[in-house]
């Protein structure tokens, strides 16, 4: 086969490649405005999940529909994130100003770091789980802490890999343009593992089915 075939290895790896690009870029503009970065991430995951792994559809058609089509349903749930996000972070400025007072600013500031930390847990699950089942705001919320908890290893495993990618992007800040990409198709592959166990037997094969056949 010719390497420069569209079907070759190199050449899927190519375009595979584009298209993480393509999905990074997507997903920075569409959070600019800042209150959409819950959409712009429900997006990315829904595309990363059709396009990338199934090659189902078009990337830049599929995020921008997946984008206008949750805008409603996924901005409330951000801005709640962002409210909580921000009392975390005020609260946590505020202690460690005072840290070298006491050993109990100290503790308070290691509290707060925690609570950043589950937090981004929490969204972890949230909007890939928005991406991916049709419910209430309320239910959605509920049922990705409860997925956090009940999947602790896995919910482990997504914070270690976060905190490669974190790591990767800090020491080579030109990869920010790819990485949100490739973390959240990496991603996927665990929350896949456990969203399927929450899914009907009927859902499960229909969904195969569309996977093998689109």
């Known amino acids: ?27 920075f503009i569409c959070s600019i405005p800042i209150f959409t970065i819950g ?24 995020y921008m529909s997946t984008f206008r089509d949750n805008f409603k349903q996924t901005t409330p749930v951000w801005l709640i994130v962002m409210a909580i996000g921000s009392v975390l972070g005020l609260d946590f400025y505020v202690l460690n100003f005072y840290a070298q007072k006491g050993i109990f600013f100290q503790i308070l500031s290691i509290i707060f770091i925690v609570g950043v930390v589950l937090l981004f847990l929490w969204i972890s699950y949230l909007f890939p789980y928005m991406a991916r089942f049709q419910n209430t705001r309320k239910q959605s919320m509920k049922n990705a802490i409860l997925m956090a908890m009940v999947h602790f290893p896995m919910t482990i495993l997504i914070l270690v890999l976060a ?17 949100p990409a490739i973390y959240t198709w990496i991603q996927s592959f665990i929350l896949e593992w456990i969203f399927r166990k929450y899914m009907s037997e009927e859902d499960r094969i229909a969904e195969d089915e569309r996977n093998r056949r689109e």
């Open 163 to 179: 905190i490669i990618i974190g790591v990767v992007m800090y020491i080579m800040p030109f990869l920010m343009f790819i990485l």
């Open 1 to 27: 086969m010719n390497i420069f075939d569209p079907d070759s290895g190199l050449m899927r790896t190519v375009s595979k490649f584009t298209d993480c690009i393509c999905l990074s870029l997507l997903f």
């Open 39 to 62: 959409t712009a991430a429900t997006a990315l995951y829904h595309t990363v999940y059709r396009v990338l792994r199934y090659d189902r559809g078009y990337v830049f058609q599929d």
